[in-house]
């Protein structure tokens, strides 16, 4: 199938593992120029290379803090200046802390808003006057499942995830005209680092085993498996691609039929 994304510029937020990563590697894989950014450098530089190695495509990397805007700020900049104006962007970070409303303090409310809500916000706003100028543009965020159905014990997540799902959906018939379209992709519980690290906590938290706190997520699951990296990257290239050209504004979990709401 033709995407007609070859030779595009994407940026990759959060793209040194886990789902950003598989994305990078899926757009570098159709002929797209990928930024990737993140805060690890070490895991940026490897999958930079990695990247490279894998495709013929030009792949920049540029180690960023999102929760900084003169980060963003510097982040824009170099991508502007080494591959181009962006005409994909995917908004992605790691999640904030887990916990529930008496165990989160005021500083990780902060910190959680800046990082997973403002970064969309400030990297969105920042890409759309050349989007406009091209007539072409395609955003899409990575939200989770809990912002459709909250979970306690993740209620900071739950709620930026929200957030970012009510923002995508409030500009998005704006930007039609310009032939922009933009989605929010809600994974379920996809084999990264951090779900993994989610499940050690969760096995702590109720004094099970690993492997007990990884079935009991499996047990949630219709399909009775964790969903993949890659899986969450085809869905994203496809949102990219020419092939999605009359959707738009859409909510799209990807999550072996955990969420029970339609």
């Known amino acids: 199938m033709e995407l007609g994304i070859k030779n595009r510029t994407a940026l990759v937020c959060a793209a040194s593992s886990g789902i950003g990563r598989a994305i990078a590697r899926s757009l570098a894989n159709e002929g797209v120029r990928v930024a ?100 072409w543009g395609r955003i899409v965020a990575i939200a989770s499942s809990t912002a459709k159905e909250p979970r306690e014990e ?14 995508n959906k409030a500009i998005a018939a704006k930007l039609v005209p310009h032939n922009i379209l933009v989605h929010t992709v809600s994974p379920g519980p996809i084999g990264t680092e951090r779900v993994l690290r989610l499940t050690k906590e969760l096995a702590a938290n109720k004094n099970i085993t690993f492997e007990e706190a990884q079935q009991h997520l499996v047990n949630e699951l219709p399909m009775g498996r964790m969903g993949k990296p890659e899986e969450v990257a085809s869905l994203v290239t496809y949102l ?3 092939q999605s050209s009359f959707m738009t504004g859409n909510f799209i979990a990807i999550d072996g039929g955990q969420l029970k709401t339609w």
């Open 154 to 167: 993740l209620l900071l997540s739950s709620t930026i995830r929200a957030g970012i799902a009510a923002f």
């Open 36 to 135: 990737i950014c993140s805060r690890n450098d070490k895991n940026l530089k490897t999958t930079q290379e990695a990247l490279q190695a894998e495709s013929d495509s030009e792949v920049v990397s540029v180690v960023a803090d999102l929760s900084l805007k003169s980060d963003i700020d510097r982040l824009l900049e170099t991508v502007q200046t080494q591959l181009g104006s962006i005409d994909i962007l995917i908004n992605n970070v790691g999640g904030p802390a887990p916990g529930g409303l008496m165990e989160l303090s005021e500083e990780q409310w902060n910190e959680g808003l800046q990082l997973s809500l403002m970064s969309v916000v400030r990297l969105t706003k920042a890409v759309l006057p050349k989007m406009k100028e091209r007539q």
């Open 240 to 242: 990219v691609s020419q």
